[in-house]
């Protein structure tokens, strides 16, 4: 069994960083893909940035393009996301995301395994 778990979530001032982590553990797959997505109160589920694990390629949401940046670390199983420049309408509960096959990178619901979630507040 898969599990994705984040950290590095909390609060910070409009215009500061933060590093979100997702670290996977379990079973020995190899992923195809990995993606972050947000939740804000009240609305839908969204894609941020997704990056395809043996050629490195990254996709991002229009919004957050110039900001935030995702990385893996194959060795570690891991994914990030440096989020630099934030502001109050990145405020969101952040999920990571898994698949062991190449597809639609921007749909939620083509992803096998999710993390619980971690809260990034922005203040104005």
């Known amino acids: 069994q898969v599990q994705l778990v984040e950290s590095g979530g909390g609060l910070v001032q409009a215009g500061g960083s933060m590093r979100l982590s997702c670290a996977a553990s379990?079973?020995?797959?190899?992923?195809?893909?990995m993606g972050w997505f947000r939740q804000a109160p009240g609305k839908e589920r969204e894609f941020v940035a997704a990056v395809r694990w043996s050629a490195s390629t990254t996709y991002y949401r229009d919004s957050v393009k110039g900001r935030f940046t995702i990385s893996r670390d194959i060795a570690k199983n891991t994914v990030y996301l440096q989020m630099n420049s934030l502001k109050p309408e990145d405020t969101a509960v952040y999920y990571c995301?898994?698949?062991?096959?190449?597809?639609?990178?921007?749909?939620?619901?083509?992803?096998?395994?999710w993390g619980q979630g971690t809260q990034v507040s922005v203040s104005s």
């Open positions: 995301a898994a698949r062991n096959y190449l597809g639609d990178y921007a749909q939620a619901a083509g992803y096998d395994f």
């Open positions: 379990g079973r020995a797959l190899r992923f195809a893909e």
